[in-house]
Structures are given as C-alpha cells and as structure tokens.
T-cell receptor, first 114, second 110 residues
Framework: DADVTQTPRNRITKTGKRIMLECSQT?????MYWYRQDPGLGLRLIYY???????NKGEISDGYSVSRQAQAKFSLSLESAIPNQTALYFC?????????????FGQGTRLTVV | GQSLEQPSEVTAVEGAIVQINCTYQ??????LSWYQQHDGGAPTFLSY????GLEETGRFSSFLSRSDSYGYLLLQELQMKDSASYFC???????????FGSGTRLQVQP
C-alpha cells in the first residue's frame, strides 16, 4: 500500500460544483502539503499544515480551502470549481526537522473542471 | 523575488552524461533538493545538498555552490528509464515549505 494515498485519482466536475480531494498517510509525518501542477509551471504550493491545529496558505490559495482532520488526513476543497482549476493535484508529507530534505508525494489527483 | 530557474528541456543519448542546472536569486535558503517525476507519476526525492559541494548517489550526483547561486544535477551513464522531469527545490528562509523550480524535461534517446 502507498504511504501517501490520494482519492480520487481522477475526477471530472462541472463549473460551480464543490469538490473535495482527500489525502491520507501512514508515514507518521506531522507536516502535510497540497501542491498543484500545471504544464511548464512546476509544483505550486496551495496550503500546508504542520500540525492538526496549524493551517497555512501557500502561494496560490485563492479558491481553495483545507481541513486537517487528524495527523494522518489532510483534505483540499474547491468551494466552487472553475475551469482554470483543472490541474494535477499532489498531496505531500514530510517530518519536522527533515522538511528541507525529503518530501513524500501521493500519486496525484487529476481534476478536470468543465 | 525568491524563485528557481531551470532549463525547460534537455535531450541526450543513452550512455551519455547530462547536467541539469538550477539557479536562484537569493542566498537565504536551507539547501537544495532534487526530485524526479516520470510522466503520470509522483515526484520522488533524489538528493539533497545542505552544504556546498558534490553529493554522489550511484549514477546521480548533485552539486551546490552558494557563492555562485546555482546548483546542478548530474546524471551519468544515461538510461532510457531516466527520461523524466527533474525539479530542484529549496526552502527559502522566511518560508515554511519547499519552493519548486518549473522542472526540466529530460529525453534520453537511443
């Protein structure tokens, strides 16, 4: 089983719909992240959390919200999806004190907003 | 601003050596990481340079020079399976999470 699991793996949704992407991890890491990947733009940080009670905006948080339900779970919501949110979304984890060295990524969720 | 620059694409032949550069505009960061991503896959960690110099891991080596504001990933004895995108990443001082470069797509040809 994957250490970082994202669900769903693929999703097509309509403009204006609310959608939630889920991430769970079995690595026991305290830090979790949501990144968005678009062709030619690399990975851009949406939100991150260093603890269950800690939520921080990344560079492109507008239009998104997150919830850290437990140390192992970090979900990303699009309250009202729009076509330019079509992208590949990755959840990642790292351990405090090692966050600069290695992050572990889920397999990604390919989201299409039509 | 704080950003990382990489070439968008590199092509090389099987068995060759290729260097992928990563340049940045700030000196305030905690070290340079490299990640590999195959098409349709997740990024996976390759290497980390906390200090200036060369780090070697098998066919892959990574280098950092803070005084020259750049680093690179060196891939030797290229194999077809090395065809992938490669990303450099740092945690800039004042930020709490990694910032990634835009990635370099490596195509290895027979």
């Amino acid at each position: 089983d994957a250490d970082v699991t994202q669900t769903p793996r693929n999703r097509i949704t309509k403009t204006g719909k609310r959608i939630m992407l889920e991430c769970s991890q079995t690595k026991g890491h305290d830090r979790m992240y949501w990144y968005r990947q678009d062709p030619g733009l690399g990975l851009r940080l949406i939100y991150y959390s260093f603890d269950v009670k800690d939520i921080n905006k990344g560079e492109i948080s507008d239009g998104y919200s997150v919830s850290r339900q437990a140390q192992a779970k970090f979900s990303l919501s699009l309250e009202s999806a729009i076509p330019n949110q079509t992208a590949l979304y990755f959840c990642a984890t790292s351990q405090s004190g090692q966050g600069e060295t290695e992050a572990f990524f889920g397999q990604g969720t390919r989201l299409t907003v039509v | 601003g704080q950003s990382l620059e990489q070439p968008s694409e590199v092509t090389a032949v099987e068995g060759a050596i290729v260097q992928i550069n990563c340049t940045y505009q700030t000196s305030g960061f905690y070290g340079l990481s490299w990640y590999q991503q195959h098409d349709g896959g997740a990024p996976t960690f390759l290497s980390y340079n906390a200090l200036d110099g060369l780090e070697e891991t098998g066919r892959f080596s990574s280098f950092l020079s803070r005084s020259d504001s750049y680093g690179y990933l060196l891939l030797q004895e290229l194999q077809m399976k090395d065809s992938a995108s490669y990303f450099c990443a740092v945690r800039f001082k004042g930020r709490r999470a990694l910032t990634f470069g835009s990635g370099t797509r490596l195509q290895v040809q027979p």
